[in-house]
């Protein structure tokens, strides 16, 4: 059935001042055949919006274009009801708000706007919700500080919870410092709970299925037990860095050498016979050849064990050799308690090495001091403050999964995520990641860390009950569909998958399980066959975005550049330059990618055929300081882009006529000059020589 569409333009916010409403009410009347196409001033407010939802509730219209601000504004007030398809036209931010008002190009930009816009309506249909029976109870694996904040957490806000430790008691580490902060009472309390069941001796056989659905077998003390959640915390705590691996700081030839979670059980048993103790900062931390990072809480271990040590006798001495002591926050008044102590010696410096000295104690030789020189201290104990490393993500959670049956980590051992706008997110959707499991902190932070990973696993549950997606496309409805009846079974799809949402069967033929999806497109801008769209993006919609663009003649002198953008970074960012009113080239036509990821070549290929100039596209920054949204979807732009440039160069067309860039959000001030100058280029390098064609 063809569409009933509705154009309606908003002339509010300077639109109307700086391109002519009549002339784009007659290219949508004319060239793109709406039904009904109307004019007001402020369409986002109630007379606006109740001019939209007649012509809607009279069946007027089906579909509707709504040509005025960005579609990151006002998303609500254009929100209709989920069987309408609405579709957004940015004519302020990327028009009237960033090119010259009543000028002919601007007047072209607008109308190419509202053409792509009217294609892009034209071949959405309205998502439909996934529909399953979904369980809405949380697994909880761990039961130390993390793992028990989560699950009652979890409990108080009316979720059941499994809770799974693999040792014969709740508590962890902190049970076993010398001055545990309350975890018994905690421990109590979740042992208590109605809401939380506990098995300890117990360990993960394998987890199956998806979010809402995840079917998990516990290799229990009274044999295997199946349990269905919704979503899974994982809060399995760290581990001391291997001291063994610090021979030149002593450790192993001296029993005098200690780490600093050796040194608290010797609090705990009241075994510190020492006058003299050396506290080794960053034994083995922030150092390439062991931890390249900083574990966060030594510090504030340490400064809590120099009073161990004056406890255990009120004469004793305290020495800390430092690189850096990093207490923030209120912790600074404890450090500055701590070293106003008249026992206690802080100095900053490398210690070279440990050594047996005279009459029985250690000779500690301490390089690069705030004096600058070489000293050796003598004293009785070394206590070496080694990192934190994650507990075992090798062996925890047994997923069935095609991609890998543990958590995709990071070089040091973390589950990776998008650790700048999703921290307790992992590449497997519904499963979160909290406390020292996901980064170094101390108990404090892995409370409240344990919260939010406990809120993000409910809200996980809560929209797979809707059949919508999490971060980052939180509340979508869309989801992949495979025609594959044309799948050459070439496996890319699965391959590609960061979040692991694509099975396959023994000829390679994908099996989607769509809970776990993001959203994001990948799988559909891996497939050479173009057999996977959705019902609101596919590949054919943005090729028929693409041909909507009208393309100046050759004797025109006006170039078009095609921009593809993410969504995430650098379309938000091409909007604050909007409202900053930054001016730059109107030959660049945009069309926001849901994920650069989710780019199909064949996009290139249209374009760079019907004459358009070149081809720029806008991702996420990826690397050590930043991440694509969707972890692999700029890395993997960059790829298939690579091959397309040796594709140009057989098509006689310059590699030139194609650029990939990475974006922060926080550069959008580089957008404008980062136009300007590919536009520019295009004008050196000429026009496209298949223009006309």
Not at 170 to 181: C, E, F, I, P
Not at 248 to 261: E, N, Q, R
Not at 262 to 283: H, T, Y
Not at 386 to 415: A, K, S
Request: charged fraction near 25%.
């Amino acid at each position: 059935m063809s569409a009933k569409l509705g154009v309606y333009l908003c002339t509010g916010c300077t639109i109307g001042e700086s391109i002519d409403a009549a002339k784009l009410a007659k290219v949508a009347g004319s060239e793109c055949h709406a039904a009904v196409c109307r004019t007001h001033e402020a369409l986002c407010g109630d007379e606006g919006r109740k001019l939209i939802a007649a012509d809607l509730a009279a069946g007027t219209v089906d579909t509707v274009v709504v040509a005025a601000c960005s579609p990151r504004f006002k998303p609500e007030e254009f929100n209709f009801n989920h069987g309408t398809v609405v579709e957004r036209v940015n004519l302020r931010e990327h028009v009237a708000w960033c090119h010259k008002p009543q000028d002919e190009d601007t007047q072209m930009l607008a109308e190419d706007y509202l053409r792509m816009g009217v294609a892009r309506a034209l071949k959405t249909e309205a998502p439909k919700p996934l529909e399953a029976e979904v369980s809405k109870s949380v697994l909880v694996v761990g039961g130390g500080v993390t793992g028990i904040t989560a699950a009652i957490e979890a409990a108080e806000a009316g979720y059941d919870v499994f809770l799974v430790e693999k040792d014969d008691h709740l508590g962890g580490r902190a049970a076993q410092l010398y001055k545990a902060d309350g975890i018994q009472a905690s421990v109590a309390a979740v042992l208590h709970h109605p809401r939380i069941q506990v098995f300890t001796a117990a360990q993960i056989g394998k987890i199956e299925g998806q979010p809402g659905m995840f079917d998990v077998t516990l290799d229990a003390a009274g044999g295997p037990q199946t349990v269905r959640a919704g979503a899974i915390v994982v809060a399995t705590g760290w581990a001391p860095y291997d001291a063994s691996r610090l021979a030149h700081l002593g450790y192993g030839s001296s029993p005098k050498v200690v780490t600093s979670v050796e040194f608290e059980q010797m609090a705990a048993k009241g075994a510190i016979q020492a006058k003299r103790v050396l506290f080794v900062q960053c034994a083995g931390s922030r150092d390439a050849d062991h931890l390249p990072y900083c574990s966060s809480t030594c510090c504030m271990t340490t400064l809590a064990q120099t009073a161990y040590v004056h406890e255990a006798d009120p004469e004793a001495e305290a020495y800390v050799i430092y690189k850096d002591m990093r207490t923030p926050g209120q912790y600074e008044r404890v450090y500055r308690e701590t070293q106003a102590h008249p026992l206690n010696f802080f100095t900053k410096g490398e210690v070279a090495s440990v050594s047996p000295g005279a009459d029985g104690r250690l000779a500690v030789t301490v390089n690069h001091t705030l004096l600058g020189e070489t000293i050796v201290l003598h004293v009785d104990l070394v206590v070496l403050a080694t990192g934190m490393v994650p507990n075992g993500m090798d062996q925890i959670l047994n997923l069935t999964y095609r991609q890998g049956p543990e958590l995709p980590v990071l070089q040091d051992g973390f589950p990776d995520s998008h650790f700048v706008c999703f921290p307790y997110e992992t590449r497997r959707t519904g499963i979160y990641a909290a406390g020292a499991a996901r980064a170094p902190m101390d108990g404090n932070q892995a409370r409240q860390d344990a919260a939010g990973a406990a809120m993000k696993a409910i809200q996980s549950v809560e929209l797979a009950a809707r059949g919508r997606a999490v971060a980052p496309r939180a509340g979508d409805l869309s989801y992949p569909s495979f025609f594959l009846q044309r799948c050459t079974q070439c496996k890319r799809c699965t391959e590609e998958c960061p979040f692991g949402a694509l099975d396959e069967d023994a000829k390679g033929t994908p099996k989607p399980n769509l809970y776990r999806c993001r959203r994001c497109g990948i799988c559909m801008g891996a497939c050479p066959e173009r057999i996977v769209s959705f019902h609101n993006y596919s590949v054919e919609m943005i090729a028929s975005m693409i041909k909507a663009i009208e393309v100046p003649e050759e004797d025109e002198e006006k170039p078009r550049v095609l921009a593809l953008l993410c969504e995430n970074d650098a379309y938000p960012a091409l909007d604050l330059a909007g409202i900053e009113r930054r001016q730059y080239d109107p030959s660049v036509r945009v069309i926001p990618l849901r994920c650069l990821g989710s780019l199909n070549i064949v996009w290139i290929a249209d374009a760079l055929s019907r004459g358009i100039d070149g081809v720029i596209l806008v991702g996420c920054k990826y690397g050590d300081d930043y991440q694509c949204h969707f972890t692999k979807g700029s890395e993997l732009a960059q790829k298939r882009l690579e091959n397309v440039k040796e594709t140009l160069g057989r098509l006689q067309l310059e590699p030139e006529r194609l650029q990939l860039t990475q974006l922060a959000i926080n550069e959008w001030d580089k957008v404008p000059a980062l136009f300007d100058d590919f536009v520019n280029r295009m004008r050196e390098l000429g026009p496209n020589p298949y223009k006309g064609f």
